[in-house]
T-cell receptor, first 113, second 115 residues
Framework: QKEVEQDPGPLSVPEGAIVSLNCTYS??????FMWYRQYSRKGPELLMY????GNKEDGRFTAQVDKSSKYISLFIRDSQPSDSATYLC???FGTGGYNKLIFGAGTRLAVHP | NAGVTQTPKFQVLKTGQSMTLQCAQD?????MYWYRQDPGMGLRLIYY???????DKGEVPNGYNVSRLNKREFSLRLESAAPSQTSVYFC??????????????FGQGTRLTVV
């Protein structure tokens, strides 16, 4: 079993839809959680960063962490064609000595006009 | 702002050839990383450098070597390329180490094909 599971999609939605992207994980030691957006043939760019449980909102994007269920989500409101990209979740430990992020495989999202 | 710059952007190698991928960051970050990205596998850490003068193996280090030339630059070397090393390689940097809550910023990638 992978440490981080993410549905690869593709997910196709009409413009204006609410999009929900999710990851599950198995290691309860993860303490911080990120979402990266990756356009085709580009490097990942950091979209959202959260520490511990709860919600974080930034414009049309909301990141949600449920540590009790080992489940994180990214919601995109009023989706736009420019949101079409691959979304990667990433998780890390809050203590030193284990210097890496664990990435999900990514979910491909297509928003059509 | 340049951020993290990787060269080259594309490369085709023959099996057994060697090459060095270059990475430089201008954000004054202490930590730098090399990842590879393969379809369905996500990003996997090859090597990292927590600070200038130190390097450590990541998840998939076999067949690679690295050099932290100075605070700005971190290179990845393939001594004898194999078809299994066909991948997209990303360099990243962070102000704090990823093990203490740092956020990784990525370059644009090097698309490597080994034939």
């Amino acid at each position: 079993q992978k440490e981080v599971e993410q549905d690869p999609g593709p997910l196709s939605v009409p413009e204006g839809a609410i999009v929900s992207l999710n990851c599950t994980y198995s290691n309860s030691a993860f303490q911080y959680f990120m979402w990266y957006r990756q356009y085709s043939r580009k490097g990942p760019e950091l979209l959202m960063y959260t520490y511990s449980s709860g919600n974080k909102e930034d414009g049309r994007f909301t990141a949600q962490v449920d540590k009790s269920s080992k489940y994180i989500s990214l919601f995109i409101r009023d989706s736009q064609p420019s949101d079409s990209a691959t979304y990667l979740c990433a998780m890390g430990f809050g203590t030193g000595g284990y210097n890496k992020l664990i990435f999900g495989a990514g979910t491909r999202l297509a928003v059509h006009p | 702002n340049a951020g993290v710059t990787q060269t080259p952007k594309f490369q085709v190698l023959k099996t057994g050839q060697s090459m060095t991928l270059q990475c430089a960051q201008d954000m004054n970050h202490n930590s730098m990383y090399w990842y590879r990205q393969d379809p369905g596998m996500g990003l996997r850490l090859i090597y990292y450098s927590a600070s200038e003068g130190t390097t450590d193996k990541g998840e998939v280090p076999n067949g690679y070597n690295v050099s932290r030339l100075n605070k700005r630059e971190f290179s990845l070397r393939l001594e004898s390329a194999a078809p299994s090393q066909t991948s997209v390689y990303f360099c990243a940097s962070s102000g704090r180490t990823l093990g203490t809550g740092g956020m990784a910023f990525f370059g644009q990638g090097t698309r490597l094909t080994v034939v």
